[in-house]
């Protein structure tokens, strides 16, 4: 079924940078959206970045633009974050999700829903 | 602030019937774009629980049903069970910022 897995979490310090990366199985990666979505301790969740199947469509989150750089490999299955310039409210459980594809109308349309998460990765930025 | 309203909590016991509502603006569930819910258990990722206002992934039971109304939309859940305990989140698409989907700010569950 449906998979994905996040990785390259960890104790960054302030102004730093981390890349996460998400490894998806299961489904047909290259003909998904994907977005990053992350949830601060004790805290709601809060969407980040948004990419189509080929990388051509970009969103991010005003909290993250400029600092945060959604990519992906399709040939590698993986979808990535890169995230510079780091910020002591920048931690949190980081997720990646599948858009999903509307099937009854045969495209993906922006205002559906995630339904596939992986289990998350714990960004912690502290000195 | 979160874009999208819940209530911080709901409680009901096992057997009964709740509601959590999710209340949005013109940009969002006004706008014509559809109400989501993602139920979190305890230490566990968001997992999609209604789609499209209505509709329930495989799996779910049918326990669970979504409604949208202008401006607002709601979950229920009847026959409440011990393992409903969770906190449930409902999310949209806003139209005010280009590119930007948004989340309620979670609703804690506690069956009695």
């Known amino acids: 079924q449906a998979q994905l897995v996040e990785s390259g979490g960890g104790l960054v310090k302030p102004g730093g940078s981390l890349r996460l990366s998400c490894a998806a199985s299961?489904?047909?990666?290259?003909?998904?959206?994907m977005t990053w979505i992350r949830q601060a301790p004790g805290k709601g969740l809060e969407w980040l970045s948004y990419i189509t199947s080929r990388g051509t469509t970009i969103y991010y989150a005003d909290s993250v633009k400029g600092r945060f750089t959604i990519s992906r490999d399709n040939a590698k299955n993986s979808l990535y974050l890169q995230m510079n310039s780091l910020r002591a409210e920048d931690t949190a459980v980081y997720y990646c999700a599948r858009f999903r594809y509307d099937y009854v109308w045969g495209s993906y349309r922006l205002d559906d829903a995630f339904d596939v998460w992986g289990q998350g990765t714990m960004v912690t930025v502290s000195s | 602030q979160s874009v999208l309203t819940q209530p911080p909590s709901v409680s009901g016991a096992p057997g009964q019937r709740v509601t959590i509502s999710c209340t949005g603006t013109?940009?969002?569930?006004?706008?014509?774009?559809?109400a989501h819910w993602y139920q979190q258990l305890p230490g566990t990722a968001p997992k999609l629980l209604i789609y499209?206002?209505?509709n329930r992934p495989s799996g779910v039971p049918d326990r669970f049903s979504g409604s949208k109304s202008g401006t607002s939309a709601s979950l229920a859940i009847t026959g409440l069970q011990a393992e409903d305990e969770a906190v449930y989140y409902c999310?949209?698409?806003?139209?005010?910022?280009?590119?930007?989907?948004?989340f309620g700010g979670g609703t804690k569950l506690t069956v009695l």
């Open positions: 499209g206002n209505i």
């Open positions: 299961g489904f047909t990666f290259s003909d998904s959206y």
């Open positions: 013109s940009s969002n569930f006004g706008g014509n774009y559809d």
């Open positions: 999310q949209s698409y806003d139209s005010s910022l280009r590119g930007s989907w948004v």
